[in-house]
């Protein structure tokens, strides 16, 4: 079959959609391509956006280079349209060539213990769609507790851990939405421990992010002499491997320093596997139970039997995301990936059990190989899977409408209030004199009817 024109739909500008958009566009091939991105979020970025914590402005800045992207006027974008309700995979097909997934996870993995229903049990990407302003939680945040757990060693725990520790006068300087600020101000928080089942040179942590966290003004880092009594799998780990060197060089100075004066402290309990969140008797956390485990020898923990237990009101769950299931796109339930081969998405047959190429159909970012990785992965990602959305080109599907304006026009028949590239640069121009009024960069606007008004110049 020969072609010469590729209409592709994207189903996520987050920085994976919006990267693959970029490499598609800038790769060697013989055809021409048109490419419209959908977003149900009325703002680009995705967790770029929505994710990386307010403080963390150097990353925030990957934006202006996804932006670039974007303005340069190649790709089309239609914000605040949801795949699986305004749109579905049957409309793709009678519109495009082919469809990119990039729809990222957006929710917290699961944790099995007893009490994560308690009242006071969050999981951590609720919290981190709260403090960074997503349109579609809720406004007000219960941050009530004095003392909070806050489970993994991970790098989302070390935001969340740090979002609630930091006094809220130190991020005034960010992007935090007012509703935000105004709660994080009420929090009458003192203690946040960071529990971690795994030893200190076994993080997940990276080094910039962990060096952070001590720098938090008065808050004491408060670690024990225990977790340091290094067996030689952990000696070989500070010795072979420059990551976890860096990592122990930090928590070695900070266990030298000076404590007592602060006003808040944070804990690393390392070696400590969560047990259960205990019920205070009405339904509401009030502490947590954890075993204390020992290094295993080969890298990996064994429990020791010795039950420990910590007073607290809160806990935050930062034990990974998790991808949601799209309408008519195969998923894995084990994994929350769609299925897929180097991009390619493949379709199970329940009777034989073999996976077979669902032709047009394509993932890449967090969809496609799991929550893990920073956003400079999701770039390979994407060269990988358009790489075959090139060499498929006979079979891509054959569209009914394939022109630019029956996308338009199936979008203004549904009614659907989508925003688009220009609407963006008007959110985004709006947000900036919000900011610049408080001597701020930006203060996000939250509500997505906001959103979608001053994109649509209807505010
Ligand atoms: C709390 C947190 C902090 C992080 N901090 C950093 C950091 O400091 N540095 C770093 O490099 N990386 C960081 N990351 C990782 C980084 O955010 C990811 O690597 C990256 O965002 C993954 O990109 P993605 O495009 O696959 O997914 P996403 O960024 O999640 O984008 C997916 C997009 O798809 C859209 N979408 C989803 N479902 C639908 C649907 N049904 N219809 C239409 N659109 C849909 C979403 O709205 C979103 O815009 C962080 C991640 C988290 C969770």
Not at 294 to 311: K, L, Q, Y
Not at 347 to 372: C, F, H, N
Not at 432 to 438: I, N, P, T, V
Request: aromatic letters at 8%; hydrophobic letters at 40%.
């Amino acid at each position: 079959m020969t072609r010469n024109k590729l209409r592709l739909a994207i189903v996520g500008a987050g920085p994976a959609g919006i990267y693959a958009a970029d490499i598609l566009l800038k790769a060697e091939r013989n055809f021409d391509v048109s490419i419209d991105l959908f977003d149900h979020l009325p703002a680009p970025y995705g967790l770029v956006r929505y994710g990386v914590a307010p403080d963390h402005p150097r990353i925030k800045g990957i934006i202006t280079a996804l932006r670039e992207v974007l303005d340069r006027g190649d790709i089309r974008i239609f914000g605040n349209v949801r795949f699986g309700e305004d749109i579905s995979l049957d409309d793709l097909k009678r519109h495009y060539n082919a469809v990119i997934f990039a729809t990222g996870a957006v929710h917290d993995s699961s944790l099995n213990i007893p009490g994560v229903g308690l009242e006071g049990s969050y999981g951590a990407a609720d919290f981190v769609s709260w403090f960074d302003g997503h349109p579609d939680v809720p406004r007000t945040w219960p941050l009530e507790a004095e003392s909070i757990a806050v489970i993994g060693n991970g790098n989302v725990a070390l935001d969340v851990a740090r979002m609630l520790a930091k006094h809220v006068e130190d991020l005034m300087v960010t992007e935090i939405p007012d509703n935000v600020a105004a709660g994080l101000g009420e929090s009458p928080v003192t203690d946040v421990h960071v529990f971690g089942r795994r030893g200190p040179t076994s993080v997940k942590f990276t080094p910039l992010e962990l060096r952070e966290l001590g720098e938090l003004r008065d808050v004491d880092m408060i670690l024990a002499d225990e977790d340091f009594d290094y067996d030689d799998a952990a000696r070989a780990a500070v010795a072979g491997n420059k990551q976890v060197f860096v990592i122990d060089k930090v928590l070695q100075q900070w266990r030298q320093r000076e404590v007592g004066e602060a006003s808040r402290r944070l804990h690393l309990h390392f070696f400590a596997k969560p047990l259960e969140i205990v019920d205070d008797g009405s339904g509401r956390v009030s502490a947590i139970r954890y075993e204390r485990t020992r290094s295993d020898g080969a890298g990996g923990v064994v429990g020791t039997g010795e039950i420990r237990e910590i007073p607290i009101q809160a806990v935050y769950r930062a034990v990974g995301y998790f991808g949601s299931p799209l309408p008519g796109v195969p998923f894995d339930e084990r994994l929350g990936v769609i299925p897929n081969h180097e991009g390619q998405v493949l379709l199970r047959d329940p009777d034989t059990g073999e996976s077979r190429q669902m032709y047009g159909v394509y993932a890449t970012g967090w969809i496609k190989r799991g929550p893990v990785g920073l956003i400079g992965h999701t770039k390979s990602d994407a060269m990988e899977t358009i790489k075959h959305v090139i060499n498929d080109l006979g079979n891509w599907w054959t569209p009914e409408w394939p022109s630019e304006e029956s996308v338009l026009e199936m979008l203004d028949a549904r009614g659907i209030a989508y925003t688009d590239l220009d609407g963006w640069h008007r959110l985004d121009q709006h947000e900036r004199s919000l900011g610049e009024a408080e001597g701020r960069v930006r203060i996000k606007v939250v509500p997505r009817d906001d959103m979608v008004q001053v994109s649509r110049g209807e505010a």
